[in-house]
């Protein structure tokens, strides 16, 4: 914001850049407060503002919101939305558990859906445990991309969570049979200028490796007795509830925050993770635990936003 106001002339893409900067920390007042400043300084939004605003309603949880502003888009502005915008709509409602208007939504739109918005409407539905939909919508991501990894972990993910293991398998096998991979989730950390990489369950770091469990059994220890509990659903497994916790210990986040605690100094600066997947709720929660018992702020940049960690709260407001 600073370099923003000191800046000697500011374009459309300066305020994108100032509004998006507020989207990745959860900042949704401060960025619809920017957006409402640009008529006065006669600048027109353009559809990426747009786009940055409805992210923003979406990671708020701001229904009413974003749909009038999608409308204001189109209106107010006759700017014709793109896929991209209808996605995020899409995206809106799905987190809301508005599933059933989400698909009228979709079947109503003017330009045929792609598999962005399938694959949008199809996460929601795994979040709020609806099959039947979720299982319609896997079915157009099939259509439109047969090979799709994604589409099969999905489904096999959306079965196993509402205790369908043998659906989960068929649908394993199945991607197994058509030579479909899918790749590993990673984070990386910087420690004194040097990026260091985990995957799930590896043990990279061979000279770091039992430290790392050790410190990461200690965080966790100390986390349960502070009223944090293992979120075993996120392990998509037909496996028991012990070997599901060891399974989510194995996080690749899990394991670069605890390098980052035994490399770092105590009460120093921020620990940064970096995340190639969306972070799960179980790793969301105890991040905040973590925070409170390093007394850190650790900061975790997953695909969609930022996640800022400070005394045991998270800038998402827990809902990402």
Known sequence: MELFHTMPGRDVASWNSLINGFLAAGLLDKAKAAFDQMPEKSIKPDEVVF???????????????????????????????????????????????????????????????????????????????????????????????????????????????????????????????????KGPGWSHVEVDGQVHRFVAGDNAHHKDA?????????????????????????????????????????????LALAFALIQTSPKTAPIRIVKNLRICGDCHSLMKYASIMSQREIIVRDIKRFHHFKDGTCSCGDYW
């Open 51 to 181: 786009l940055a605003l409805l992210t923003a309603c979406t990671h708020a949880g701001q229904v009413d919101l974003g749909l009038n502003i999608f409308d204001s888009m189109r209106l107010d502005y006759q700017i014709d939305p793109s896929m991209k915008h209808y996605s995020l709509i899409v995206d809106l409602l799905g987190r809301a558990g508005r599933l059933n208007e989400a698909l009228k939504f979709i079947e109503e739109m003017p330009i045929n859906p792609d598999l962005v918005i399938w694959g949008t409407l199809f996460c929601a539905c795994r979040a709020h445990k609806n099959v039947e939909i979720a299982e319609f919508a896997v079915t157009k991501l099939l259509e439109l991309e047969p090979k799709h990894p994604g589409s099969y972990v999905f489904l096999s993910n959306a079965y196993a969570a509402v205790g369908r293991w043998e659906d989960a398998e068929r649908v394993r096998s199945s991607m197994q049979d058509k030579g479909v991979g």
């Open 210 to 254: 039992n430290e790392i469990h050790q410190k990461l059994e200690e965080i966790m220890s100390g986390a349960r007795k502070q009223g944090y509990m293992p979120g075993t659903e996120w392990v998509l497994h037909n496996i028991e509830e012990e070997e599901k916790e060891d399974a989510l210990g194995s996080h690749s986040e899990k």
